[in-house]
């Protein structure tokens, strides 16, 4: 039985406005796993439903043993960690150790234990040097990292991440694609939310596609950018990559540049 399972799902908001429609999710422990779509696909209600920041109005969601209707979301969110699209819906402490420090507080660790995730935490995101500043003189980018860094603290089992990329430059994303790496080598469960398929392509194993407040298809990132019926349903573009070598002629679902280089050379040789 999988680790995660979003069983018959649906969501609807107070007025009736329904996000999220009769969705099926399962996804195993240690696994990561990118969700894409266009906005209004149901992408972020989804992933809230995951940590019980909303409930399914339909279904069920279970954690491990853990049925997530039974449980408060402050119980939930020591076994699943989110972290927001946007920093300043999160951040609400003067300094940026403060806000790492609050989660594994708020746990009852010892202080022993709290200082060593919070330097774990600070060291992998880039932000042990910025520990005493006020974290609203960061730049959005960097404050991103604070709010990355305040959920690692915690050690959640599961950690989801939306939308990080986004403000973020190429400096950015080597250092998102590198604090997932670390954190499923620890055998991490990670969910992304992103619109930057680059960075789907190169750090995810697995891509879910909803569109229509539905999943519509769920495979490798090969499996997903190279099924055209799936692209267009959920108004997806392929990596660049991919399209250039399509302008090319070049044959084979290419996916990944070291593919791209080798295909020109064995073109270009005959």
Same mark, same amino acid.
């Given at each position: ?70 449980? %408060?979301?402050?119980?939930? !969110?020591?076994?699943?960690?989110? +972290?927001?699209? /946007?920093? @300043?819906?999160? #951040?609400?402490? *003067? ?93 991490? %469960?990670?969910?992304?939310? !992103?619109?930057?398929?680059?960075? +789907?392509?190169? /750090?995810? @194993?697995?891509? #879910?596609?909803? *569109? ?59």
């Amino acid at each position: 039985m999988a680790y995660i399972q979003i069983k018959d799902a649906s969501y609807a908001y107070p007025g009736g406005f329904l996000a999220v429609d009769d969705i099926n999710i399962e996804i195993e422990k240690g696994e990561n796993v990118a969700i894409v779509g266009q906005n209004g696909a149901g992408k972020t209600t989804t992933v809230k439903m995951l940590n019980a920041l909303q409930r399914p109005t339909k279904g069920e969601v279970l954690i491990g043993e853990m049925n997530t209707k039974d449980h %408060t979301t402050a119980q939930v !969110s020591r076994v699943v960690g989110y +972290v927001f699209q /946007n920093p @300043d819906d999160q #951040i609400f402490h *003067a300094t940026v150790i403060g806000e790492v420090e609050f989660g594994p507080k708020t746990l009852g660790l010892s202080d022993e234990q709290i200082k060593k995730q919070v330097d774990y935490a600070l060291k992998i995101t880039g932000m042990a040097k910025f520990r005493d500043e006020n974290p609203y003189n960061l730049p959005l980018s960097v404050r991103k990292f604070v709010t990355i860094a305040a959920i690692i603290a915690m050690d959640t089992e599961v950690m989801i991440f939306d939308e990080p990329t986004a403000g973020q430059d190429l400096e950015g994303n080597r250092r998102l694609g590198q604090i997932l790496k670390t954190l499923r080598e620890r055998g991490k %469960t990670l969910i992304t939310i !992103s619109h930057d398929m680059e960075f +789907v392509c190169e /750090n995810f @194993d697995r891509v #879910i596609v909803m *569109a229509d407040k539905k999943v519509v298809a769920s495979g490798t990132p090969r499996d997903i950018f190279w099924n055209f019926d799936v692209l267009e349903k959920a108004r997806l573009k392929q990596p660049y990559v991919s399209r250039l070598c399509r302008a090319l002629g070049l044959d084979g679902e290419l996916l990944y540049m070291d593919e791209a280089v080798q295909a020109i050379r064995e073109k270009c040789l005959g």
